[in-house]
């Protein structure tokens, strides 16, 4: 994964990504954008060649509403343990697609550098140096506020994981059940009044049937073809049910074609990412 690590260490130098952002009015839109899909697709490219490598039976659907997406995909294997990472960062396009690479700079550096194995307290990490990184940025723009993640460890051979969220909640299947764990309420968010935030851990038990489902809250945002309504989460639980029973490597279909019966031909109103994978 040398190429990756050659993006993240070119992207690394903050003040050179603040720079850019800054400078986006003074560029042609379309090299902005070229440049940050071409970026984010390799980054993400990465991380999801690490997912099929690591996790066998486990499937992505990325359907970025734009060209770039401010949803990501993290993984990292350290001490026989799997960490997995979704991330909706505020926004769209170019400045979210940047969020999304400060996102896997920031978790790169608590996991495997700073080798913290509670992923409560690395999302605690995760606040702290988001806030850091932004000190001396112009925060006016809304589209670096903030960032709703979901943080997995997982022992494949204890078949335990731990899961803390931030805006975030993962969903279990098992047994014809669908069991969901919350994050916390709060973000990982730029605004000084709120900076040190404490995370909390939940310890799930899965069994040789459970299917975990990762997801930003895209799917659940979008409006049906008349738009006069969203999805909503307690019907994405029922389908994540129902596509349970799927083989894994079919579920993403399931989710396509649930949304296109859904939305029909109205327009993608948010960037949607969804993980599932079986241990």
Not at 150 to 173: E, N, P
Not at 207 to 220: A, E, I, R
């Amino acid at each position: 994964f040398e190429f990756v690590n050659q993006k993240l260490r070119d992207a690394h130098n903050i003040v050179d990504v603040q720079q850019y952002m800054l400078g986006q009015s003074k560029k042609d839109e379309s090299d902005a954008i070229s440049y940050a899909y071409q970026m984010q697709k390799s980054v993400i490219g990465q991380f999801d060649a690490m997912r099929r490598q690591l996790i066998a039976k486990s499937f992505l659907f990325h359907k970025p509403m734009k060209m770039v997406s401010g949803d990501t995909l993290w993984i990292a294997n350290t001490s026989d343990v799997i960490w997995i990472a979704v991330a909706d960062c505020t926004g769209h396009s170019v400045q979210a697609s940047f969020a999304t690479i400060i996102t896997t700079i920031i978790l790169n550096n608590i996991i495997n550098n700073q080798h913290v194995a509670d992923p409560a307290l690395a999302l605690t990490r995760f606040q702290d140096e988001y806030m850091y990184i932004f000190s001396n940025f112009d925060l006016q723009r809304a589209e670096y506020d903030g960032i709703d993640i979901s943080l997995c460890c997982i022992d494949a051979q204890s078949r335990k994981m731990q899961f803390a969220g931030a805006m975030q909640s993962v969903v279990v299947v098992g047994d014809g059940v669908s069991q969901t764990y919350m994050g916390n309420k709060y973000s990982i968010d730029t605004h000084k009044s709120t900076s040190h935030k404490m995370f909390d851990n939940n310890e799930i038990a899965l069994s040789d049937d459970c299917t975990v489902y990762l997801f930003s809250n895209g799917y659940t945002s979008q409006f049906n073809s008349q738009g006069s309504s969203k999805f909503g989460i307690d019907a994405f639980r029922n389908l994540l049910l129902k596509i349970s029973s799927l083989p894994i490597t079919e579920q993403a279909y399931g989710l396509e074609h649930a949304l296109y019966d859904w939305c029909g031909n109205s327009e993608q109103t948010d960037d949607i990412l969804v993980l599932g994978f079986k241990i």
